[in-house]
């Protein structure tokens, strides 16, 4: 929730000299954030931007890939800069580096998939203010080696994106039963037979309401089968 | 040489050179981008313009179903004189194309009034009918609405119309943009036998399959249904003129 | 009339949180007491009805397609837009830090009930949603602007103060273990924004 336990938890790569690519270090960058140090589960960062576009699958897709693109990029850019960077204007800096890779991506979104990108309306925008990116800036790219923050980008947005989609793959499949894909067009996952016994969708699983409903559900799951991430009240 | 990092010139050349790379990047990007998302908002509007007449596009087929079925655009002014007329291709740079008249930029201008706004058509000719368009734009509950009507050769009779808006509540006003609302429309008359222009009513209830000028409203979305008819009724009032004068003409064909 | 629509509609309709979860952070994070949720309340509503009229000001004198024809008409065409993420947030970052000078020195005693949650401003991302919002549905006027602005704040401080105000009597009652803290605060939302969805239908 802070970025004090975060610092805490971080592995100290920085001053390791050579170690292979893959070194289990690096893989547990990679891995981590997936499940025990999920940034929306566990850390509680990067919420705002991420819910209000779970309706559908597709929505979702390309809000994960435009914030993986971001953190990539911005992760390794900080980390390139971090000993030039001056102290005093750091979070400007770091602000300025997210805004304008924000900025390409919407610019691209426009221009190549111009039907989602105005979907995805404002939220595109407010991944400036995710604080995922801005965490991961601070507490790991300012400190750390490139491919280490490389890997640590990945993984954080990774953690991010699944449960993105697995809101919206729930939201989807009862809310409408079918998930539509651009281009192949609407797979349906509830089989007819059902709607016959009178089984009717769940309109309210479109509406936003669910998707904190959804989230509160897989951090039940997450939280019974990893038991040492659960809170003191 | 050894660079003092925390020293206030530092801190300026890093912000200056800051500013100018992101600068020319971002001008960079946007500039090369640009061209494709004006083409994807030409797209975007020729898509919701052909299905009004009953076309159904995507963004493939769109320009060139466009220009197979819109013959011509023109622009009128408030009283109805066609102050602009192109054919062939939309060129983006020309500020008098019809095409690029945002008629709901124009409506939103607080400082713009009626008189000074511009008002397009679309001359169409699907499978040898011949249709005119007409945008409009109007109020909804919480936001604009607009739409497309399309008219038949009579400059009378309704042949299609779509409706969208921006922020209505889903369910109740939101529903003007579903085809229950939209296809009672088709048959619908806007002037009376006597020739008085009187629109299309969206009435809040009651049976209205008999009636010419009216067509149903949506129950719960009244401002909505409201903000239709207004809309309607008002943007048929400026086209009035230019519609008698070729109803005029085509009965002196005659 | 139209300025008390987008009042009423930002409050109940396009609630922040309820409709479009922005400020999520924040909102889980200092919504343990009551009295620290009002204050972060407070401060949002002054920061978004600054910085959305400000914004307001920007995108229409500066950054909009043709905006810039007050200093010369051949600057007509000129689109700046794609720079509006940016001069937001710089906007608001710097909005904020000369709110909390402002304050500290002329109001302290308003400085002691603000003063800690405005740094945490900055990055909420109401905020910038605020001003996205202002740039996406074209406000007409700065009064429109300033009143959607100062509406949603209302509507943030209402969200958190109820969240505040359960989880303060939720620690008496016995949440299954994986969902406490977190899990429950998620699902209390979520059956709080349907609550929400009561007031869809109305009509003024």
Redesign the interface.
Known sequence: MSTETLEEKLPEVAEVPKEPLFSSKNKRLLTDPLDDDNPITVQVLGICSALAITVQVQQAVVMALSVVFVMFFGNIIISVLRDIIPSRIRIIVQLVVVASLVILVNEILKAFLPDISERLSVFVGLIITNCIIMGRFEAFAMGNKVFPSALDGIGNAMGYAWILVAVAIAREVFGSGAISFPGIGQIKFIPDGFFEFGYANNNLMILPPMALIVVGIIIWVQRSRNTKLIEEN | MAIN??SNA??FT??IL?VII?GA???F??IS?KP??VE??I??EMISILSSVGVEAN?DNASDLFYANIKERITLNHSGEVIANRQGKVDAQDADDPFNIDVQKEY???NMKPEDRSYPAYLAEVDGTELVVVPMVGKG???PIWGYVALKGDYNTIYGAVFSH??E????GAEISEGFFQEPFEGKQIYDDSGNMVSVDVKKSGDTSSDPHAVDGIT?G??TSVGVQEMMRRTFGVYDKYFQSKKANITELR | MEALNIFVKSIFIDNMIFAYFLGMCSYLAVSKTVKTAVGLGFAVIFVLGITVPINFLLENFVLAEGALTWVDESFATVDLSFLSFIMFIAVIASMVQLVEMVVEKFAPALYGALGIFLPLIAVNCAILGGSLFMQERQYTTIGDATVFGLGSGVGWLLAIVGIAAIREKIRYSNVPAPLRGLGITFIITGLMGIAFMAFMGIEL
């Open positions: 990092k925390n530092f801190t890093f912000a800051m992101v990047t971002l001008s990007a946007a981008l494709r998302q994807n908002a797209q975007k963004r939103r201008n607080p509950l919480w936001g921006k922020s509540t889903p369910g109740l719960g009244t401002i």
